[in-house]
């Protein structure tokens, strides 16, 4: 298994240029997220999702947009790049949670370097 | 208010030695989870160890040991016998229902250095 993928690896782009970041899992998960993370700080949740075809919006989702298509691919969108997109963005995912099915732990992927210029 | 808090920027073990890394956490819900990730200069997220509210005895994990006191809602990692290998940044965190689902809320981490 490869668990959680991300593409690309790299990217720079122009203030005002679009993308979209890639996330795959073949475990069969339920839930996938995407977070950010800043330098000196934690991960923050941007988006995620509970199945395909459903996504809802995180902590800080302004500027970004999201796809859940198949169950087992989570596409991350920036339609207009700013300077404070500049981040590290991490895909995961997970099992689903029920009841008191507390331990549940989240799979990253490698993480994807985004520049803005 | 801060829901998770690592008060250590930064920390120096000698080999060997057992390291201890400290988080405090803020919820009011009884049901809940804490996680220990590890990210290596490389950057993955690598999970470490997790502990349930309502686990009644410490996680361990191999080497990796979680100080869980929960009427002081403090949930410390420690490590015993450190190796060079562990030098990386380490993440609390805490999972938390968010509009029907859950999500991990970190904090800023701590880098643990490993001198040989």
């Known amino acids: ?24 899992q073949d475990m069969n998960h339920e839930y996938m997220y995407w977070y950010r993370q800043d330098p000196g700080m934690g991960l923050r949740l941007i988006h995620y999702s509970v199945g395909e075809g459903t996504t809802a919006k995180g902590e800080v989702p302004d500027g970004y947009n999201v796809s859940r298509l198949k169950k087992q691919n989570f596409l991350l ?12 963005y991490f895909c995961a995912s997970s099992y689903s949670t029920s009841g008191r099915s507390l331990s549940y732990e989240q799979y990253f992927g490698p993480g994807t370097r985004l520049t803005v210029t | 208010a801060q829901k ?33 990730y590890k990210q290596p200069s490389s950057g993955e ?24 006191q929960k009427a002081r809602k403090s949930a410390n990692l420690v490590i015993s016998a ?15 229902e968010f509009q029907g689902a859950q999500k991990l809320v970190f904090g800023q981490g701590t880098r643990l250095t490993i001198n040989p």
């Open chain 1, 77 to 88: 969108g920036l339609e207009s790049a700013a300077p404070s997109q500049t981040s590290v």
């Open chain 2, 4 to 36: 998770i808090t690592q008060t250590q920027p930064g920390m120096f073990v000698q080999e060997k030695e057992a390291v201890t890394l400290d988080c405090t956490y803020d919820t009011s819900d009884q049901s809940y989870g804490l996680f220990w």
């Open chain 2, 45 to 68: 997220m690598i999970f470490l160890i997790y502990q349930g509210s309502y686990d009644e005895q410490n996680a361990t994990e191999g080497r990796y040991s979680l100080n869980f």
């Open chain 2, 82 to 96: 450190s190796q060079l290998g562990d030098s990386a940044m380490y993440f609390c965190a805490m999972r938390e």
């Open chain 1, 1 to 24: 298994n490869a668990g959680v993928t991300q593409t690309p690896k790299f990217r720079v782009l122009k203030t005002g240029q679009s993308m979209t970041l890639l996330c795959a």
